[in-house]
């Protein structure tokens, strides 16, 4: 994954855990929108969120595994779920320091 500076805000380990969940759901969101939800036999996403030394390390994990084939290459969809989680993960740390 690629890394970005944004300053952190102050972030509890309880905010961590929350954020982590929902960036996995906004995630699932985001692939069913692109792919037949009965289509999908499979669906695994993490999101590991760690602070260390005042730097924010995100491990974003998807695998999927469809029961029938709809034309859409998984493994691209997986590596563009996993860009726009950062992406939504950023915005939410952007807000978090602005408050």
Same mark, same amino acid.
């Given at each position: 994954m ?5 300053g ?5 380990e ?15 969101q ?6 037949p939800?009965? /289509? ?7 999101? =590991? $969120? !760690?602070l ?14 469809? /029961?029938y ?6 493994? =691209? $969809? !997986?590596?563009?779920?996993g860009?726009a989680?950062?992406?939504?993960l950023?915005k ?8």
């Amino acid at each position: 994954m690629n890394s970005v500076r944004i300053g952190l805000p102050p972030v509890s380990e309880e905010e961590l855990e929350r954020l982590a969940e929902d960036c996995e759901e906004y995630i699932s969101q985001y692939i069913m929108k692109r792919i037949p939800e009965k /289509s999908i036999e499979n669906m695994f996403i993490s999101c =590991d $969120l !760690a602070l260390q030394d005042g730097q924010l390390d995100a491990d974003i994990q998807i695998e999927i595994d469809q /029961s029938y084939d709809t034309g859409h290459s998984l493994d =691209d $969809l !997986a590596e563009e779920a996993g860009e726009a989680g950062m992406e939504w993960l950023e915005k939410q740390l952007m807000e978090m320091k602005e408050r």
